[in-house]
């Protein structure tokens, strides 16, 4: 036999004995990233328009939500507008934004945005009348919402 | 009695739960990050107020109609993607002057006295009718958004050699020393100023 003869090595199992520890890591990484849905849309999902010219929304905290689309079972003809949990009527865009003053600081409310989320087939008559309701009250920024595409070359 | 020992507890299987807890999270989360088009309302009018008068040749009128054909200076019939093209030629003609009396040296347009004077004079108005439908709407804003992108892109690559969105973004970086921020603000409002957006809307006509 040959000094250098070669022994027979087995293979060292990988030590799995960590992986717990991994997989508790990720597990926290998402529930802290999780976002459950605030609201539940009583209206149909509103399909969004696509746009490429698009702008983020930073502060979560300072934007309200408009949704407007069909109503789920079709029952109510034309367009829907939900705020919170509600179903409700231009009119109430008003008490909506006010609200939602109150519960910012006072140095915030100029920073408040009202993103429109509204489906493509919406009339844009509503809308109108929603961005009429918010000049009435001096909420001016608002933001329609859309899906962000790249530009075509 | 003979004492008995404790037995442990099997942990093999803490990583199985732990799987399945990973799995539903990684399911549910949605990392949908809100984005849109953003625009700033004009403030409530005193209806005493009359509005100034304006010429017509500094007016771009694009009109929806309740099919969602669009016509632009009342004359032409044009596709989305075409506005955008026509939109800058308008915007970027500087045929004359502005109200201080400046000509614009940065435009690179035609210069036709019968479109716009200049950038800050040049005018997009958009009417639809109320029944146009929401897409189109924001197809026809998406693209007029563009217009104003493209030709502020093209100034701030003039000025500073970088695009006015990475302008924008260099301007908003918190690490940047006070100075700095200072000098990226006057820089951005500078490259704004040059070509203003002013999209004015109409009220929806009801019939159409």
Redesign the interface.
């Known amino acids: 036999m040959s000094k250098f003869s070669k022994k027979k090595k087995e293979m060292p199992a990988v030590n799995t004995a960590s992986l717990p520890d991994i997989v508790f890591m990720l597990l926290f990484f998402f529930m802290v990233t999780t976002v459950m849905r605030e609201t539940d849309l009583k209206i149909k999902p509103p399909k969004l328009p696509e746009a490429t010219e698009v702008k983020k929304l930073e502060k979560k905290n300072l934007v309200s939500y408009v949704y407007v689309g069909k109503s789920m079972d079709g029952e109510i003809k034309g367009d829907v507008i939900q705020l919170n949990d509600k179903i409700s009527t231009v009119k109430d865009i008003r008490n909506f934004i006010l609200a939602k003053r109150e519960s910012v600081a006072q140095n915030d409310i100029n920073k408040l945005t009202t993103s429109i989320k509204a489906d493509i087939g919406t009339e844009v008559g509503t809308i109108y009348d929603i961005k009429n309701e918010l000049r009435e009250i001096n909420a001016l920024k608002i933001n329609y919402s859309t899906i962000a595409v790249p530009r075509k070359k | 009695m003979a004492k008995r020992a404790i037995p442990e507890i099997n942990?093999g299987s803490?990583?199985d739960i732990?799987?399945l807890?990973?799995i539903f999270?990684?399911v549910?989360?949605?990392?949908d990050?809100?984005?849109?088009?953003?625009?700033?309302?004009?403030?409530?009018q005193d209806p005493n107020i009359k509005p100034p008068i304006l010429k017509e040749k500094n007016v771009f009128v694009v009109n929806?109609n309740r099919d969602g054909n669009i016509l632009v200076e009342n004359t032409d019939f044009m596709k989305v993607d075409e506005l955008k093209d026509v939109a800058i030629k308008f915007l970027d003609n500087g045929g004359g002057k502005d109200k201080d009396g400046n000509t614009c040296d940065y435009c690179k347009g035609k210069k036709d006295p019968a479109s716009s004077d200049h950038p800050n004079k040049a005018i997009i108005s958009i009417e639809?009718?109320?029944?146009?439908?929401?897409?189109v709407?924001?197809?026809v804003?998406?693209e007029l958004?563009?217009a104003y992108?493209d030709l502020r892109d093209r100034s701030s690559n003039e000025l500073y050699g970088i695009s006015f969105e990475e302008l924008v973004k260099r301007a908003k970086d918190e690490n940047n020393t006070k100075r700095k921020a200072e000098d990226l603000k006057v820089k951005v409002k500078r490259v704004k100023n040059m070509f203003p957006m002013i999209i004015s809307?109409a009220?929806?006509v009801?019939f159409n």
Do not use: C, H
């Open positions: 942990a803490m990583a732990a799987f807890l990973l999270f990684l549910t989360t949605t990392m990050i809100d984005s849109g088009i953003s625009r700033k309302l004009p403030e409530k929806i639809s009718a109320r029944g146009t439908d929401y897409g709407y924001i197809q804003q998406n958004v563009a992108n809307e009220e929806p009801k």
